[in-house]
T-cell receptor, first 113, second 113 residues
């Protein structure tokens, strides 16, 4: 079993929809939780990061962390075609070290006009 | 402010050869990490350097090595290349103390033939 599980999709939604992306994890020592967006042939771009449990909002993006359930989510409101990309969750902490990011497989999102 | 710069962007090498990839972090960032991205395994941590010292290492064979210079620039080397080493190699830099905020370069796409 992988430390971080993420449904690879693809996920296809109409423009304007609310998108929900999720990851589960098994290592209770993780304390830092990140979401990256990766366009084709580009490096990952940091969208959000959260320390421990709670919510964080930035524009159309909201990140949620539920450490008791070992579950994190990213919500995208009013989705746009430009949001079409692969979304990667990442985590770190514990004996692995804080700068060693453990990634999910990534969810491919397509937002169609 | 310039982002993380990786060179070269593309490389084609023959099995058995060795290769060196370069990464220039964001100005002021002293932590540099390397990741390998493949369709089958996703993003996997290779190693992290800080102040010219390797601080953390992933589960890769000894053919994969790296170093960091006094100006925080980093190189990674892969010796005796195998076909399975074909991947996108990504470098990420972060400020000391700002765990979770790792910024990635565009990557070097290595093809081993």
């Amino acid at each position: 079993q992988k430390e971080v599980e993420q449904d690879p999709g693809p996920l296809s939604v109409p423009e304007g929809a609310i998108v929900s992306l999720n990851c589960t994890y098994s290592n209770s020592a993780f304390q830092y939780f990140m979401w990256y967006r990766q366009y084709s042939r580009k490096g990952p771009e940091l969208l959000m990061y959260t320390y421990s449990s709670g919510n964080k909002e930035d524009g159309r993006f909201t990140a949620q962390v539920d450490k008791s359930s070992k579950y994190i989510s990213l919500f995208i409101r009013d989705s746009q075609p430009s949001d079409s990309a692969t979304y990667l969750c990442a985590m770190s902490g514990g004996s692995g070290g804080y700068n060693k990011l453990i990634f999910g497989a990534g969810t491919r999102l397509a937002v169609h006009p | 402010k310039a982002g993380v710069t990786q060179t070269p962007r593309y490389l084609i090498k023959t099995r058995g050869q060795q290769v060196t990839l370069s990464c220039s972090p964001i100005s002021g960032h002293r932590s540099v990490s390397w990741y390998q991205q493949t369709p089958g395994q996703g993003l996997q941590f290779l190693f992290e350097y800080f102040s010219e010292t390797q601080r953390n290492k992933g589960n890769f064979p000894g053919r994969f090595s790296g170093r960091q210079f006094s100006n925080s620039r980093s190189e990674m080397n892969v010796s005796t290349l195998e076909l399975g080493d074909s991947a996108l190699y990504l470098c990420a830099s972060s400020l000391v103390g700002q765990v979770g905020e790792a910024f990635f370069g565009q990557g070097t796409r290595l093809t081993v033939v």
